[in-house]
């Protein structure tokens, strides 16, 4: 957060410093333009990509998912979006519908989001889109995924085996910011040993995180799929 603060002094001290040049008084016999030369050309925005997705049916039919998703420009940020997720049949008819709304995908971050449909049958495929209005978009590149991925880490991360097929992945976020943090979104991505996406989940941590402070948090899984390991992926939700 220093650094944010610091980058946001330096735009405004430039906002200044390019006022006061088009103050400056013209000169009598004013000396040659010096030849153009073309500014470096900004790479041009591309879209939210989706890594990954994968699924699970729980006993009662809901079907878990996880997706990984990944902001592959440089200097462009995405605020508040939208992610559809669609789930069909082997006949490729919609068969459930979910949707999510994170808050933000910095410049080269890489972030999850989980939930569950549910279907009335198990779905052949789990498909998702993003939604993001051009407003959304941000070519400010002060601010890259590793400096939010630096700012909330998540450390003690479990996964505690319930019985009954129940389980549940409990860890906690340390916020290394100057600012409290009111609430708190993670999702939790669970693997099997080919490395594949095979189920998810989002819970909250548990109330808000003060600065250079942690917040505890646990998602449970009323029906843990076998696998081989899992990942928690925080973001600040208010």
């Given at each position: 957060m220093?650094?944010?603060?610091?980058?946001?002094?330096?735009?405004?001290?430039?906002a200044f410093v390019c006022a006061g040049c088009s103050q400056q008084?013209?000169?009598?016999?004013?000396?040659?333009?010096?030849?153009?030369?073309?500014?470096?050309?900004?790479?041009?925005?591309?879209?939210?990509?989706?890594?990954?997705?994968?699924?699970?049916?729980?006993s009662v039919g809901a079907t878990h998912y996880g997706l990984i998703l990944e902001n592959p420009n440089e200097n462009y940020s995405?605020?508040?979006f939208q992610v559809?997720?669609?789930?069909?049949?082997?006949?490729?008819q919609i068969i459930g519908t979910d949707t999510a709304h994170p808050k933000y995908l910095f410049a080269l971050q890489k972030t999850a989001v989980c939930g569950y449909i549910s279907t009335p049958?198990?779905?052949?495929?789990?498909?998702?889109?993003?939604?993001?209005?051009?407003?959304?978009?941000?070519?400010?590149?002060g601010i890259q995924g590793g400096d939010a991925d630096a700012a909330f880490q998540v450390t003690n991360l479990a996964d505690i085996d319930k019985g009954y097929g129940m389980a549940s992945v409990t860890g906690e976020v340390v916020n290394n910011s100057d600012k409290e943090v009111n609430s708190m979104i993670v999702n939790v991505v669970v693997r099997d040993a080919n490395g594949a996406i095979v189920s998810g989940e989002y819970t909250y941590v548990n109330g808000s995180i003060p600065a250079h402070s942690s917040g505890v948090f646990e998602a449970m899984f009323s029906s843990m799929p076998e696998h081989a390991s899992v990942e928690a992926y925080p973001m600040v939700y208010a």
């Open positions: 220093k650094r944010t603060v610091a980058i946001m002094m330096t735009l405004i001290l430039a008084p013209k000169e009598n016999n004013p000396s040659p333009a010096p030849a153009s030369t073309s500014s470096p050309t900004k790479a041009e925005r591309q879209d939210v990509v989706v890594k990954e997705t994968g699924f699970s049916v729980d995405l605020g508040a559809n997720v669609t789930a069909r049949n082997a006949s490729g049958e198990a779905p052949a495929t789990i498909e998702a889109t993003i939604s993001a209005s051009a407003s959304s978009w941000s070519d400010y590149d």
